[in-house]
């Protein structure tokens, strides 16, 4: 990849992001909707026990954040077309497997269609329960990572770690 062809690279790409509610995953998903906006879909992957869930979740923890005001603002009435046609919210969880996605045919078309995963999901709690941070910061690598090894277009797989264990 040249130097400055990102812009090119990430067009009509499918990226999985999940920890996305948190401080770097949130922004990750702001900058690529604001710069990116050529970027096919974004699928967030939210710990949430159903897709009405993890759509809530979604909007209240993410989207409705003052991060995205400069979006909002850019595309005006706009917006909420905008994040209905780019951003998926997926009720999951990394420390499943399958990343807990069980609606099988949307786990079959982010199978399918997946170009980029970003995991950032952690625990950073340093009191959190050793199961618990077990779960998130280790068994939701391995999980992330055999996700991506079943994605049959995936092209990278980005995973930034803040969790503790």
Do not use: W
């Not at 786990?107 to 050793?130: N, Q, Y």
């Not at 990572?145 to 092209?155: G, P």
Request: net charge positive.
């Amino acid at each position: 990849m040249e130097l400055g062809s990102v812009k090119s690279f990430l067009k009509g790409k499918t990226i999985l992001v999940t920890g996305a509610t948190g401080f770097l995953g949130k922004i990750f998903v702001e900058k690529i909707l604001r710069d990116q906006p050529d970027v096919k879909k974004l699928y967030i992957l939210l710990r949430a026990s159903n897709p009405c869930s993890a759509t809530e979740r979604m909007h209240n923890e993410i989207i409705g954040k003052y991060l995205f005001k400069v979006l909002r603002e850019k595309l005006g009435g706009d917006f909420g077309s905008f994040i209905s046609d780019k951003v998926v919210a997926v009720a999951g969880d990394v420390s499943s497997e399958n990343l807990g996605i069980k609606d099988e045919k949307l786990r079959k078309e982010m199978l399918e269609g997946i170009d980029i995963v970003l995991h950032s999901a952690a625990s950073t709690k340093f009191d959190e329960r050793f199961d618990v941070a077990m779960g998130t910061n280790t068994f939701g690598a391995f999980n992330v990572v055999n996700f991506a090894k079943s994605c049959t277009k995936v092209e990278i797989l980005l995973y930034v770690s803040t969790g503790s264990l």
